[in-house]
């Protein structure tokens, strides 16, 4: 069965508020620039990270970033939120590690990410998805992550609305997560423009020009911004970015759909109870289930 975007009103209702009120409270009132060193297209939470980091290296002050509508107002908003550590390489695992890390310090300096270490289920209903959670638990030494080989028993221990039947077994990963990838995006930001960063809201990149095949400048809604280098991070929409650019850059880039429904709070369900899983993927099914204080997100193509 295939779910439709259903999202309950309460949800929404919070959301938009949230994002009303960070209109009101962000809005860049300096001038716009007409140089800069880098500039960032799209605020997303992409977009957040990288003029944040460049804002640690100490380039907060020549950093400006344009987004055509609000912060995090693009797929960020739409995001479940999910961390994993488990990642395909060990570059990405690292990357992984240091976003959790900063998420943490985040919230011990009072911004909100959401980050909330519940851990994860992964399911396997197949002796193929075994074999890769044995791999996975060999691999989890050499890059240093903590998971477990379950067997279904011990699935339902973890979740006990599971029915087990057909499952052969799990692997949990204690240190996976959830986040709210907007407030995440939101904390992330105000850091950079502590640290000097620019943000210009409801301004779009119309186009960047080269010379010399180098970046020279940036066309936008509010004016021209002369910079060395321009970063990408228009997301969803980074394919058209590329175009934008003279000659055109290629971003091999394709959106695909993603079904999501959220339910009421479910009775019979606690999800804050310690020590219950409140994450579970069933990859054979291509579905996951996340839990939070108020509800549910499902995935499923069946
Ligand atoms: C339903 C759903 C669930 C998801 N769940 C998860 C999950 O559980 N875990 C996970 O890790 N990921 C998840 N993702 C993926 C995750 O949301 C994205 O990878 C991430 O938010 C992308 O961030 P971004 O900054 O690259 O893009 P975006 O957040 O889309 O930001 C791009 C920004 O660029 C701006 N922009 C575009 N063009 C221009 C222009 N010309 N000028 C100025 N600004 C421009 C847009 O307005 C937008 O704000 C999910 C995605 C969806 C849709």
């Not at 550590?85 to 900063?102: D, G, I, R, Y």
């Not at 028993?153 to 609305?161: A, S």
Request: with cysteine; net charge positive; glycine share 8%.
């Amino acid at each position: 069965m295939f779910y439709r975007c259903l999202r309950t009103f309460k949800k929404s209702q919070t959301r938009a508020l949230r994002c009303f009120s960070n209109t009101a409270t962000s809005l860049d009132i300096e001038k716009f620039p007409n140089e800069a060193q880098v500039v960032i297209c799209g605020a997303g939470v992409m977009g957040a990270s990288v003029a944040y980091h460049l804002a640690k290296l100490g380039w907060g002050k020549y950093t400006v970033v344009i987004e055509q509508s609000r912060i995090g107002g693009g797929t960020t908003w739409h995001s479940s939120g999910l961390i994993g550590v488990f990642k395909p390489s060990l570059a990405q695992v690292k990357l992984t590690k240091s976003s959790v890390s900063l998420y943490k310090e985040l919230e011990q300096k009072g911004l909100s990410t959401g980050w909330k270490e519940c851990g994860s289920l992964n399911l396997a209903r197949s002796r193929d998805r075994m074999t890769v959670f044995r791999r996975m638990k060999a691999q989890s030494v050499s890059w240093d992550i903590d998971c477990e080989l379950l067997t279904p028993e011990q699935c339902k221990d973890k979740w006990p609305l599971l029915n087990a039947e057909d499952i052969l077994g799990g692997l949990w990963i204690p240190g996976d997560g959830v986040g709210d990838p907007y407030e995440t995006c939101l904390s992330i930001m105000a850091q950079a423009k502590n640290m000097g960063v620019k943000v210009f809201e409801n301004c779009a990149v119309k186009k960047i020009t080269h010379t010399n095949q180098k970046v020279s400048s940036v066309e936008t809604d509010l004016g021209l911004i002369k910079c060395e280098y321009f970063v990408n991070c228009a997301g969803f929409w980074a394919r058209g970015v590329g175009r934008l650019s003279e000659p055109v850059v290629k971003v091999p880039l394709h959106a695909v759909e993603h079904y999501y429904l959220h339910t009421k709070p479910i009775p019979a369900l606690d999800p804050m109870l310690p020590g219950k899983v409140r994450v579970f993927l069933c990859h054979e099914r291509l579905s996951y289930k996340l839990f939070d204080c108020t509800d549910m997100v499902e995935l499923s193509p069946e």
